[in-house]
């Protein structure tokens, strides 16, 4: 029976969430908007660093500079700690 009752508040909870996400999540930032695993990796790193203002503003600069996975793999470290100072 408790299982059961936990089971409901969860699916409630649940409910409300995507509610609120609904109406107040912020989909218009560019991670939000694509399936690429690079792109995402990209913006979680810049997310541990700062805020997701400051990120939305330096993730196209990084990513005109290291558009691909293959374009960061190649790129020099001291190049890349260099690019960090955007965030």
Avoid: C
């Avoid at 029976?1 to 996400?21: C, S």
């Avoid at 939000?32 to 660093?49: G, S």
């Avoid at 997701?52 to 990513?63: D, G, T």
């Amino acid at each position: 029976m408790a299982l059961q009752t936990d089971t409901k508040k969860i699916e409630v909870f649940q409910k409300h969430l995507l509610i609120f996400y609904e109406e107040h999540g912020r989909k218009n930032l560019p991670w939000r908007i694509t399936k690429n695993p690079y792109l995402i990796m990209v913006a979680e790193f810049m997310l541990q660093k700062t805020t997701s203002a400051q990120a939305s503003k330096v993730y196209p600069i990084f990513l005109d500079k290291y558009p691909t996975v293959s374009d960061l793999a190649v790129a020099r470290e001291e190049e890349i700690e260099e690019s960090r100072s955007y965030i």
